[in-house]
């Protein structure tokens, strides 16, 4: 069984930094697979803030670009996405998702990890 289990959320204030962490277990993901991370604040829907593949091209939101980077690491299998220059509009449940290229496709996400950017 698949599992994704975030760490790193809590509270900064805009300007701060942050670092989200999955780790995935139950099985590898170093190869036909993409990770990325999503998000949901309150009354929105889930969006997607970063991706990655596991060739390692990387794909942005349009609102956190030259802010968010993420990383894999696939001998770990862990995910990581490097927050920075937050802003309060960055407040959300953030969530690890990751895509198993398989017939049929395999699809994960974790519990969510909250993020509060406020003063």
């Known amino acids: 069984q698949v599992q994704l289990v975030e760490s790193g959320g809590g509270l900064v204030q805009p300007g701060g930094s942050l670092r989200l962490s999955c780790v995935v277990s139950?099985?590898?993901?170093?190869?036909?697979?993409?990770v990325a991370w999503y998000r949901q604040a309150p009354g929105k829907e889930r969006e997607s803030v970063a991706v990655?593949?596991?060739?390692?091209?990387?794909n942005y939101a349009d609102s956190v670009k030259g802010r968010f980077t993420i990383s894999r690491d696939n001998a770990k299998n862990t995910v990581d996405l490097q927050m920075n220059s937050l802003k309060p509009e960055d407040t959300a449940i953030y969530y690890c998702?990751?895509?198993?290229?398989?017939?049929?496709?395999?699809?994960?996400w974790g519990q969510g990890t909250q993020v509060t950017v406020s003063s």
């Open positions: 998702n990751v895509i198993y290229y398989t017939f049929p496709p395999r699809v994960y």
């Open positions: 139950g099985a590898s993901f170093s190869i036909n697979t993409m």
């Open positions: 990655i593949t596991s060739g390692g091209t990387t």
